[in-house]
């Protein structure tokens, strides 16, 4: 499709106070904002069971879950990224968190309450076509933040503005994040999370996939309508019909209830 097709409708969304803000809720919001992102793409790279990668060359691209993985029958990592929006100049981004939901208990027979690593992607990669092979990052050493992993419930990360504020300053620079697990402490694990592609992501609902929380404060005089969206990326990886909702928004410091925010550290 085009892509200038769906700018106006992107936009539209943006503003809308039904989708957006919803229903409700203040139609315009000023000052302290909270706002919820969807991932726009994502994708799980797996090595396989053996030294040999029998599956570094498959693509997970469009699966309804992902997994982060390394112990003795899978290795595995997740790529997150997420379109950022045009603040007004002079915006303040208080803090920011990833969260992605874990649906499972125990899944693997190990326990749940552990920090699982998170660092930025180091290139560009595309979801239809990133494998264990070609993904950017090869040897993850460099652990820059972590999901504190919790049962059958959103999963978050700690305040990981300082990772993303470059984001919004410099969209290019944009390659999302890699969450990942290194069996160095002698803990091999699998855990699994719902990917955009989940049944409960539809045209108007984020439903449970990956999602990026940022609060701001607005300058003076601006509101909410001063924010816009840009594209979409080309290889975003999202299957439902244009337009689709991409960022709620809601007034206030506190985040709302019925987002069901992990607790944050």
């Not at 030294?51 to 997994?67: K, R, V």
């Not at 239809?128 to 992993?149: F, G």
Request: glycine share 8%.
């Amino acid at each position: 499709m085009n892509k200038l097709a769906f700018l106006a409708p992107l936009l539209l969304i943006l503003v809308s106070c039904n989708q957006v803000i919803g229903p409700g809720d203040p139609p315009v919001a000023t000052d302290t904002v909270t706002m919820w992102l969807a991932a726009d793409k994502d994708a799980m790279v797996s090595c396989g069971r053996t030294g040999s990668c029998e599956e570094g060359d498959l693509n997970f691209g469009q699966h309804g879950t992902i997994a982060a993985a390394h112990w003795e029958l899978a290795r595995k990592q997740v790529y997150l990224h997420f379109t950022i929006p045009n603040l007004p100049p002079g915006t303040e981004i208080i803090d920011a968190y990833i969260e992605v939901f874990h649906p499972g208990k125990n899944e693997d027979g190990k326990r749940d309450d552990i920090d699982m690593p998170l660092m930025r992607a180091q290139a560009p990669w595309s979801p239809m076509t990133l494998t264990w092979r070609n993904q950017p990052n090869v040897d993850p050493l460099a652990q820059e933040s972590y999901i504190r992993l919790r049962s059958q419930a959103w999963s978050g990360s700690p305040d990981v503005a300082s990772l993303v504020r470059p984001w919004f300053e410099r969209p290019a620079d944009n390659y999302g994040m890699m969450l990942y697990w290194r069996n160095s402490l002698g803990l091999g694990v699998e855990k699994g999370f719902y990917s955009n592609n989940d049944i409960r992501r539809t045209q108007t609902d984020m439903g449970l996939s990956p999602r990026l929380l940022v609060r701001i404060k607005l300058p003076a005089g601006t509101s909410t309508r001063d924010i816009t969206m840009p594209f979409l990326p080309s290889d975003t990886d999202l299957d439902q019909p244009r337009p689709i909702t991409m960022v709620l928004m809601r007034q206030g410091g506190t985040w709302p209830v019925d987002w069901n925010v992990a607790p944050k550290q």
